[in-house]
Structures are given as C-alpha cells and as structure tokens.
C-alpha cells in the first residue's frame, strides 16, 4: 500500500513536467509549482475533513465528522488488513 502511494506521489512529478512542456519558457517553473502546491494543499485537506466525510459513518451518501483532524485514529487502527495510516496516505 505503501509503495502505491509512493508511486502517486510520482504520478504529481510526471503531470508537473507535463504541464511544464505545455508552457512558454518563462512559465515553466510557475506551471511546475502549481502541481506541487495543489498536492501539499489537498494533503491537509484530506487529513483535516476529507478522510471522515469519505469513511466516517454516516448515511449512504456522505460520512460524518467523527474522524476530523484523524480523530481516535492512533498506531494500532486497522482498516480491513492493513494499518490505518497507511490506509489514510493511500
């Protein structure tokens, strides 16, 4: 699970060059930078709300707000077979 989300991480890398060869010279590295802030912004996010309005028990179509800011989610949570964390970065 682990390698998988390394394997995202590297897919941001991929698109970020990508969408530097799409710009003029002089655009590159702001283009590249963008990809790189969306990423860390979106990480907070998913930590802070995300996770429990996405797996927080709720009603069939969104979750509450039980696990805000990883909430009673410690060291030895498990979701299915797999620790939680590792769940979370994934």
Do not use: C
């Not at 682990?2 to 991929?14: D, E, Q, R, Y």
């Not at 060059?17 to 003029?24: P, T």
């Not at 990423?39 to 709300?49: D, H, K, P, S, T």
């Not at 030895?76 to 620790?83: D, L």
């Amino acid at each position: 699970m682990l390698i998988s989300s390394a394997l995202v991480l590297l897919m941001i890398l991929g698109l970020a060059l990508f969408y530097g060869g799409l710009v003029q010279r002089k655009n590159v590295l702001s283009s590249m930078m963008h990809s790189f802030v969306a990423m860390g912004v979106i990480a907070i996010e998913w930590v802070v709300i995300g996770y429990s309005l996405a797996f927080g028990t709720g009603n069939w179509f969104i979750g509450n707000l039980e696990h805000v800011f990883l909430r009673d989610i410690n060291l030895h949570s498990v979701t299915g077979t797999i620790p939680t964390y590792a769940f979370i970065a994934f």
